[in-house]
């Protein structure tokens, strides 16, 4: 098991420096990042001051060393467009977006389990139809469209919840929908295959026919079953994350971390961008790692096969 | 052993029903191919009847005005239907008086020519790679599919922002923020399928007839990949519409004048408390879109490759 870890940890760490690698010449290959600062009002001197102060007048290898030093040490480097260090604004902002994520998380993950349970048990009833039919649609519309439409209905119409800010819990009912939106469709239908799956097994049919009552049935027996698999896929809900966020944040001013990349990529602030990448590319692998490692604690299989 | 098991009243999976469809489930089967496919012909024709001078032809088309001619006298008129509307407007005009339905229709050639470009792009990336995993294997297989499930489980909007920064928001940064991401899907399925068919027979007869890997990938596995490709290639079509219009929404799409539906509902954000059509309509047009191209692929899969249900 340690040393399932100790590999995986190992490969986490190459694909971090690779991706590191990967953003540090794609920001470069595209053309001098001065570029983007020029402006008509500045001097040539001003110009190579900044051009100093931001380390871009060394060579590639160099610029490199520091890149790659900076990042070792916990420093994401300064905002082009705020002077200010880009760590401090993390600070800020993502406590912002945690009030959005985590409540949008717990609220969404129970609704998915719940109504998946529910559509798996009682196939072809109600439940299940009303279920595939949530799916149809949250895969079809576009969330940042549904949000605009509640917005314009419950805020603009109605007057029932507040378009912008988040003061009282009536602010925060929109945006933690619109994520919900996001995150639903997916994981309902996952945990409704899931449970079908696991309710077609055999020893379910054992557990039935024992005698056992229907309840004990699904809940002891099979529901704990079902959920490996959405657990192990929960890696591949961090991108429905992430897009709901920036989506909602953008939509209703929220100002957290996903409003934070949009802004700093339309002032062409690459640094910021830059470090949310790297960050979010920590996040993916430091969670994959997790899921894996839980996965391999859940299913021995894995464990002596890998290692 | 199992003759002795009673059969057990099975409540949850009941066994599928094969005779005595009623009619009712039986015209709602055909409606829900029938629409979607209308819907999907018509989105093509409207993107390519627009307007003919793409083709060569006289400046007609179905498109009533120019979609980014505004009519300064008629800014933020309702839908037709409303009682303020004009008929020359069937659903209405924006804050410069441009009309909402011609930027709709106009608006389906970004979307369809962004999701064919991404899905043709896409779906070689991921065959090449799929079939060089699954027929090679070992190291190759596991470096290829390490590289799969970080890019499965990347956020490809972080990406799609970065490299609007780099090089600016625009048709080609949407087309490659797709595809750097895109393709994951495509290799672990014909991966999948490849290390299937290495097993069979044709492939070794193939091999000791002295084919060459590159031949046997290419003539004995690619053909049999193909169905399944076809498949996962029509459901990415709603896909990729709905990701093309995330991005325009975002501002990172196609620069302004040019009408698409996500930046067209971000233009009618800001007006939504006097004008909603602005905004809904374009929405609309997304969601049955997306609706239809979904419902089709559904139905292609159940006809070429059911194995892929539950994908």
């Known amino acids: ?307 | 052993m199992l003759s002795i098991i009673p059969t057990i009243e099975d409540k949850a999976i009941p066994k599928p029903k094969f005779s005595g469809l009623s009619r009712g489930t039986r015209i709602l089967r055909g409606l829900s191919l029938y629409i979607p496919a209308t819907v999907m012909v018509l989105l093509v024709l409207v993107a390519i009847f627009a307007n003919l001078a793409w083709l060569g032809l006289p400046d007609v088309g179905i498109s009533p005005y120019e979609p980014n001619k505004g009519h300064m006298r008629d800014r933020l008129l309702p839908p037709a239907f409303m009682e303020d509307g004009k008929s020359d407007y069937l659903l209405g005009t924006d804050r410069l008086g441009r009309d909402v339905l011609s930027r709709v229709i106009y608006g389906a050639r970004i979307s369809l020519s962004v999701s064919l470009l991404v899905i043709l792009i896409t779906a070689f990336i991921g065959t090449l790679l799929g079939i060089t995993a699954g027929y090679i294997g070992g190291r190759v297989d596991g470096l290829i599919m390490r590289v799969v499930d970080v890019a499965l489980s990347f956020p490809g909007l972080i990406l799609a922002l970065l490299l609007a920064t780099i090089i600016g928001p625009g048709y080609v940064t949407v087309v490659v923020a797709l595809s750097v991401l895109g393709w994951a899907g495509y290799a672990r399925m014909v991966r999948g399928e490849s290390l299937r068919i290495r097993q069979s027979d044709f492939v070794a007869q193939a091999r000791v007839n002295g084919a060459s890997t590159l031949r046997i990938m290419f003539k004995h596995v690619f053909p049999n990949v193909l169905n399944s490709l076809i498949v996962i290639m029509t459901l990415m079509v709603g896909a990729m519409i709905l990701a093309e219009s995330m991005l325009s929404y975002l501002g990172i799409g196609i620069s302004a004048p040019t009408p698409s539906w996500g930046s067209m509902v971000a233009d009618g954000r800001n007006e939504l408390d006097r004008a909603w059509w602005i905004a809904a309509f374009p929405g609309i047009a997304i969601g049955l879109v997306v609706m239809s191209g979904n419902f089709l692929g559904d139905w292609i899969r159940d006809k070429m490759d059911p194995r892929l249900r539950q994908l």
């Open chain 1, 1 to 307: 098991m340690t040393r399932f870890i100790i590999i995986r940890l190992l490969q986490a760490i190459i694909a971090i420096l690779g991706i590191m690698v990967l953003v540090f010449f794609l920001v470069r290959a595209a053309g001098d990042p001065m570029e983007l600062l020029k402006n008509p009002n500045m001097t040539e001197e001003q110009f190579e001051l900044l051009k100093a102060r931001l380390g871009l007048d060394k060579s590639y290898a160099e610029q490199f060393w520091v890149y790659i030093g900076d990042l070792a040490q916990g420093d994401l480097g300064t905002s082009l467009l705020k002077q200010r260090p880009i760590v401090d604004m993390i600070g800020e902002s993502l406590p912002n977006t945690l009030k959005l994520t985590i409540p949008s998380f717990v609220i969404g993950m129970t609704l998915a389990v719940f109504l998946g349970m529910m559509a798996a048990t009682r196939r072809d009833t109600f439940w299940d139809q009303g279920v595939k039919f949530v799916a149809v649609l949250g895969q079809a519309l576009p969330g940042f469209w549904v949000a605009i439409m509640a917005m314009l209905v419950l805020s603009v119409y109605w007057k029932l919840l507040p378009v912008a800010g988040m003061d009282t819990p009536a602010h925060y009912v929109l945006p933690v929908g619109t994520m919900i939106f996001f995150m639903l469709p997916g994981m309902m239908r996952l945990v409704r295959s899931c449970m079908l799956d696991v309710l077609d097994s055999e020893y379910i049919k054992l557990a039935r026919i024992k005698g056992l009552p229907e309840r004990t049935v699904i809940w002891k027996h099979a529901f704990r079953n079902a959920l490996i698999t959405p657990l192990t896929t929960l890696g591949l809900l961090i991108p429905q994350l992430v897009l709901g966020a920036v989506i909602t944040e953008t939509i209703f001013n929220w100002p957290g971390m996903g409003r934070m990349i949009v802004e700093s990529t339309f002032a062409r602030d690459f640094t910021v961008v830059q470090a949310i990448t790297i960050l979010t590319a920590v996040l993916v692998l430091g969670v994959n790692l997790l899921v894996d490692i839980s996965y391999a604690y859940v299913d021995p299989q894995i464990r002596f096969q890998r290692s």
